[in-house]
């Protein structure tokens, strides 16, 4: 249609070009589309044509100047673009052709298109050369907003690096992180899924494979393509494809069942009508240009009478194959289909009504990137609007005779700002409009049928983090409604890390327990951290708790029969010094020196009882006390042997002739003996505990799972001072022993005090190496073993055989008895 100021328009009514085999010998054919009407395509030019007719019906837009338009079919295809951009640039009307190709008259003063973005970059730089702006509304690629290479174009569809985005946090936001990939092998198929991926990459997401296809491409390469989709691992499948291609992959597909395929899609194809046949997709998600409504649009595109369809030849085809008759004269014509089968087509008789038809051409219900075109034949409109009238006081004067540049149109178009039918139209720097998406969910209706249904929005002018919403219920492949789950490995769980699987992508991991001491508290842990020092794992190592503390208690079974033999013992020392005490005046009590036996006794029982001071916790004062309680009364329980036993040398050395030695070696000598030998022990107990005493201490080495509460001997070389202050002590006792077990009477106890040394140091030399080497409350345990075995070993081998006598042969308890030589 003429008019004062044109607009041209670029669509994919076909979506094939005409192959033409070139001979050099004749010109060329003419370049021609072939194949099927795209109904969707078709639909968005009558929305440019309504736009058109609505513009100059208004009185505020453009008042006194009527537009015309140019609407080309690009069939899809770089060459056709190109000859309708030069075409359009040239200012030629189709039916000039064969006329001259070099006119001056009529230059557009934008254009509208082209859908896909691989031709809209071929268009791009051949009118960008004459600053003719183009406006495309399905043109996504985000290279397209390069304004270096890409000067004068703009576009009503956001960028695909925002949908790219998008689609990265959809697919995190369900936990898919293992995906496939496949993209038409285009512009817009290859830039986009390159941003898709980089986004992927960023949020974790890793791609078991990236396929591109073409529908011009052989089947034998769709083939590949689907069986790669089939015998695939990924149940997520991103597909980045214009509609044409998505159309021909999914025919292949349903050729042969594949496992069933959660898809996610772009806004190319996620909305198109026309792919709702294909039921196996059910459940499909992706993001889409926001749901609109146009006023009247409906009721034009359905004014379709006989005389406009019979004047446009893309009309008149539309209505053969939406109405599959002939308008023509012959009755019956023969049509051949591509799988080979003949069928014969009716001529229209003119029953066919538009209103019944159900096709993406009339369907409004969904008008999504048709109302891209209606706004960018409007900021076009806004465009001329503000260059080619004035505003004078409150009216707007505008003069049809006012040579318009298409330079000027470009420039005004840069700052264009309004609002249309509530839908905001503007554009920034790089010609892209703010990006708004709807989330549309593939579901069946109660009917079967499947249908769209708008989930959630995303909007990036929102701040990080809020731009997505999901506001209903999604349902998903196979009319499930859990989310499906596409990993190339489940997620580690706590008390685990991940260690990454040789040649294969960050997302394929194998879970290996944390070690010993280490826990993760978190899913999909990369590693492991030890607990703090007084901490220890659970069994699951997913949690630290506080190690139990282990000391040897009275509480426990060990303990209780250590305390039970120490108490005995005591109890049986006093029983003796009881039974000792009844029989004083006998002649067996008088002649083992009463007196020293009765402090012998005294210092056994307090060798039992200090056994107790190792048990129980340790603290401060219990640490101190028990090792010099236990060294000073076992140097006075030796004082006292040792003293029996000089006592008993002396004695015999005392009867020979002219001998004596026993007043050099008294009771109060041997007091001052049993005193100074102690008295040694105090002072290296003293010094010990001035200088380094011992201390409690948390022990954390012995057990990584428990805390050994124990002792510090603070001083090692103080605490084998004592020891070895008692084991010479024992010597000396053990060799005098020796020396005197032979000796004559019945009352000589040497024999008995050897056996008692004996048993005393044999116990304390195994004492050595079972202390170093046992571990924790054992260490304690081995102590009072030792203990307890050396007093046992001395009241018994010194004092069981008197108490035998005393208690049960009396009659040996007599001094003729004792005296006896025989």
Known sequence: MDGDYVIGGVFSIHNYMHTVKHNYTTMPEPLRCTGRIDSRELRFSRAMVFAIQEINNSSKLLPGITLG??????????????????????????????????????????????????????????????????????????????????????????????????????????????????????????????????????????????????????????????????????????????????????????????PPRQWIGTESWVTNPD???????????????????????????????????????????????????????????????????????????GTEDIQTLK??????????????????????????????????????????????????????????????????????????????????????????????????????????????RINRNLTWVEGSTQVPVSVCTDSCPPGTRKVLQKGKPICCYDCIPCPEGEISNATDSPDCFPCPKEFWPNAERNKCFPKPVEFLSFDEVLGIILAAFSVGGACLAMITAAVFFRHRMSPIVRANNSELSFLLLFSLTLCFLCSLTFMGAPSEWSCMLRHTAFGITFVLCISCVLGKTIVVLMAFKATLPGNNVMKWFGPPQQRMTVVSFTFIQVLICTIWLLLSPPFPMENLTVYKEKIILECALGSAIGFWAVLGYIGLLAVFCFVLAV??????????????????????????????????????????????????ASSFGLILCIFAPKCFIILFQPEKNTKKHLMNKN
């Open 69 to 258: 338009y140019q609407i080309h079919d690009s069939c899809g295809s770089v060459p056709m673009a190109v000859r309708v951009a030069f075409q359009l640039s040239n200012g030629l009307e189709p039916v000039f052709y064969t006329g001259n190709n070099c006119s001056q008259s009529g230059m557009v003063m934008g254009i509208v298109g082209e859908s896909g973005s691989t031709p809209s970059i071929s268009m791009s730089r051949v009118i960008g050369s004459f600053n003719i702006p183009q406006v495309s509304h399905f043109a996504t690629c985000a290279c397209l907003s390069n304004k270096e290479q890409y000067p004068s174009f703009f576009r009503t569809i956001p960028s695909d690096q925002f949908q790219a985005d998008a689609l990265a946090k959809l697919v995190k936001h369900f936990g898919w992180t293992w995906i496939g990939a496949v993209r038409s092998d285009s512009d817009y198929g290859n830039n986009g899924m390159a941003s898709f991926l980089d986004a992927a990459q960023k949020e974790g997401i890793c791609v078991e494979y990236s396929e591109s296809f073409y529908r011009t491409h052989p089947r034998s390469k769709i083939q590949r393509v689907a069986d790669v989709i089939r015998r695939s691992t990924a149940m997520v499948v991103v597909a980045f494809a214009a509609s044409g291609d998505m159309k021909i992959l999914l025919e292949e597909l349903s050729r042969e069942p594949s």
């Open 275 to 349: 792919m709702l046949r294909f039921t196996f997709c059910a459940g499909a998600i992706g993001f889409s240009i926001q749901q609109s409504v146009i006023p009247g649009l409906r009721d034009f595109l359905l004014d379709l009478p006989d005389t406009k369809v019979a004047a446009s030849p893309v009309l008149t085809e539309f209505w053969e194959d939406a109405f599959n008759c002939r308008l023509g004269k012959s009755e019956k014509v023969v049509l051949i289909f591509d799988i080979g089968a003949a069928t014969e087509e009716s001529v229209c008789d």
């Open 739 to 788: 020396l005197a077990r032979k000796l004559p009477d019945n009352f000589n106890e040497a024999k008995f005090i050897t056996f008692s040394m004996l048993i005393f140091c044999a116990v304390w030399i195994t004492f050595i190496p079972a202390y170093v080497s046992s571990p924790g409350k054992f260490t304690v345990a081995v102590e009072i073993f030792a203990i307890l």
């Open 359 to 468: 096709s993406p051409y009339t369907d409004t219900s969904q008008l999504r990137i048709t109302n891209m075109v209606y706004k960018a034949v409007y900021a076009i409109a806004h465009a001329i609007h503000n260059s080619a009238c004035q505003k004078t006081n409150s009216t707007t004067q505008c003069d049809k005779h006012t040579r318009v540049e298409s330079k000027q149109v470009l420039t005004q178009l840069k700052k264009v700002n309004f609002s249309q039918n509530g839908y905001d139209v503007s554009f920034d720097a790089n010609g892209d409009p703010v990006a708004t998406y709807e989330l549309v969910n593939w579901q069946k209706s109660k009917i079967g049928s499947i249908e769209f249904v708008t989930v959630g929005h995303y909007d990036a002018s929102l701040p990080v983090g809020q731009e997505f």
